[in-house]
């Protein structure tokens, strides 16, 4: 009876599963990496020009309506969070405030008030 010993067949296997995970590992990452030529072709100057027009057309986007209604609603509905948002703000800039007051409560308000307000005419532009 040979004694083989189990160190000499565990590198064995150990190698060859340490090449497997690297096939495997390679294998994935040529997979979902792409390869790039060197080669390509450079665009025609009038290639170029047609992706300038179409980069163009692409451009023109409708504008968000969302800001100008947001607007409306804190100069209209929300004014009186907004008369106080304002007011702290001068009080607490010109340095009239309490130490460490800040106005995020008085934000917090007119925030909440813009945002019940704008929500529902901004879903019905969007519809």
Do not use: W
Request: with cysteine; net charge negative.
């Amino acid at each position: 009876m040979t004694n083989s010993s189990p160190s000499s067949s565990n590198s064995t296997s150990t190698a060859s599963f340490t090449e497997v995970c690297s096939n495997v590992a390679s294998a994935i990452t040529d997979y979902f990496t792409p390869t790039v030529s060197a080669e390509a072709k450079e665009p025609s100057e009038e290639e170029e020009e047609q992706g300038e027009e179409q980069e163009e057309e692409e451009e023109d986007e409708p504008e968000d309506p969302a800001p100008a209604i947001r607007e409306e609603c804190a100069e209209s509905k929300c004014s009186k969070y907004k008369h106080h948002f304002d007011h702290c703000q001068e009080r607490v800039l010109g340095g009239k405030g309490d130490k460490g007051e800040d106005c995020v409560e008085e934000l917090f308000h007119l925030m909440h008030c813009v945002d019940d307000c704008a929500t529902p005419q901004v879903f019905r532009k969007l519809v």
